[in-house]
């Protein structure tokens, strides 16, 4: 049903044909689906926040959240949403003319959360953390103020690996992004469906849609930031070792907490030896 270009979403429109991309098409629609489906995000009467930055990723999971409404397979209400955050020089009427001319129901919210920012912290140290709570901050805001159940976030699986490393490494914990979590307050889902998808296919999708990528200039120009690092960490062991990715990303699918040391996990001073089955003493 994919090749049927007359019966396409508009943010599929001038879609390259060549079989290369039906097939990188093909496999994004799959993996996303895949995880919805096996994270259980679709709840009745459901309406997400899709949040958009501008970057490749969001992007991606634009167009194929709304591929997958478009098909019948994704029976929620979608709204998309972009927090302007008052960095010098972002291209404020890029993604507004971007979705009406897709025809995307659409929210633009401007929220000085960059001079914030500077203010707090100091030269020399990223901005990652502070930026990142600022902006969850309003985005639940405005899903709430939208009636939203869940926001929606274009984290893919390399972002979800880089996670779970960045935690091992710097934070001293085995944890990670979820496909699926629950705010604090109890009253809203997020959802990260790409979680199945990597990070050099929504690449490649976007460039092929020529989509407008707006970059982040607040933390992306930082140099030394842990998750470059770590990034590059993993560059080097798949350039060594192809697959190796895909390898660690289904070992977070696959834990066995009786094998690793949390005891809050896995009941090790409850176990005890099988009773002996001959009868004997």
């Known amino acids: 049903m994919f090749d ?15 079989t290369e991309f039906k097939k990188l098409r093909k496999r994004i629609v799959r993996n996303v689906r895949e995880a ?27 167009a194929v ?8 397979l994704l029976p929620v209400e979608i709204l998309a949403c972009n927090l302007d955050q008052g960095q010098p020089g972002f291209p404020a009427t890029v993604l507004p003319e971007f979705l009406e001319r ?11 959360t960059y001079s914030i920012v500077m203010d707090k912290i100091p030269q020399g140290r990223t901005f990652c953390a502070l930026c990142s709570r600022l902006r ?26 880089e996670t779970f490393f960045m935690n091992l490494f710097h934070g001293g914990r ?48 930082q140099d030394g930031l ?3 690092q770590v990034k590059k960490i993993i560059d080097g062991w798949e350039a060594n070792h192809p697959g190796r990715r895909n390898k660690m990303f289904r070992a977070l699918t696959n834990a066995r907490p009786s094998h690793l040391l949390d005891p809050d996990l896995f009941d090790f001073a409850g176990l005890a030896l099988k009773p002996d089955q001959t009868g004997e003493n």
Not at 4 to 18: E, K, N, Q, R, V
Not at 186 to 195: E, I, W
Request: charged share 25%.
């Open 4 to 18: 049927d270009l007359d019966d396409i979403h508009p943010l599929f429109h001038g879609a390259p044909s060549s």
């Open 36 to 62: 919805v489906e096996q994270y259980g995000m679709v709840e009745r009467d459901a309406r997400w926040l899709v949040c958009l930055s501008g970057g490749k990723d969001s992007y991606t999971l634009l």
């Open 65 to 72: 959240l709304h591929e997958l409404k478009w098909r019948g």
């Open 102 to 112: 897709m025809g995307v129901p659409h929210r633009i919210e401007y929220q000085d």
């Open 136 to 161: 969850r901050g309003n985005l639940y805001r405005i899903a709430r103020e939208e009636g939203c159940s869940a926001v929606v976030l274009g984290h893919h699986r390399d972002d979800i690996l």
């Open 174 to 221: 085995l944890a990670t992004m979820p496909p699926k979590l629950v705010n604090e307050d109890g009253d809203l889902f997020v959802y990260r469906p790409l979680a199945h998808v990597a990070e050099a296919d929504c690449e490649r999708f976007a460039s092929a849609m020529n989509y407008p990528i707006i970059p982040c200039d607040l933390c992306g120009s």
């Open 226 to 228: 842990q998750r470059q």
